[in-house]
């Protein structure tokens, strides 16, 4: 199994910035790419970053130029960098990986961090 851990999410004032992160653990030799999604209220989950094993990353459009993904494969870890933060950021992120292993599901995910902005 591939056990994710979410962290760093808070209250942030709007035009402010901050730094999530996610500790994966288990079967991390079977992960291939990374994820950060995110679910505001009433909304459904989205994708806000995507890190392909070979390094390869994507952005939202609402959320590109504002974010940094980066992971350590080495150290199992992945961030998000977020700047510029507005009200429509607010909701809980979820780090995410895909897996190649048998026997394992496809996808992982974390319990999620919330990100709340405050304008």
């Known amino acids: 199994q591939v056990q994710l851990v979410d962290s760093g999410g808070g209250l942030v004032q709007a035009g402010g910035s901050l730094r999530l992160s996610c500790l994966a653990s288990?079967?991390?030799?079977?992960?291939?790419?990374m994820a950060w999604y995110r679910q505001a209220p009433g909304k459904e989950r989205e994708l806000v970053a995507h890190i392909s094993e070979a390094g390869t990353i994507k952005y939202a459009d609402s959320v590109r130029g504002r974010a940094t993904i980066s992971r350590d494969i080495a150290k199992g870890t992945l961030s998000l960098q977020l700047y510029s933060l507005n009200a429509e950021d607010t909701a809980v992120y979820y780090c995410?990986?895909?897996?190649?292993?048998?026997?394992?599901?496809?996808?992982?995910w974390g319990q999620g961090t919330q990100v709340t902005v405050s304008s």
């Open positions: 288990g079967d991390t030799i079977c992960i291939t790419d």
């Open positions: 995410n990986t895909e897996n190649n292993c048998p026997l394992l599901p496809l996808t992982s």
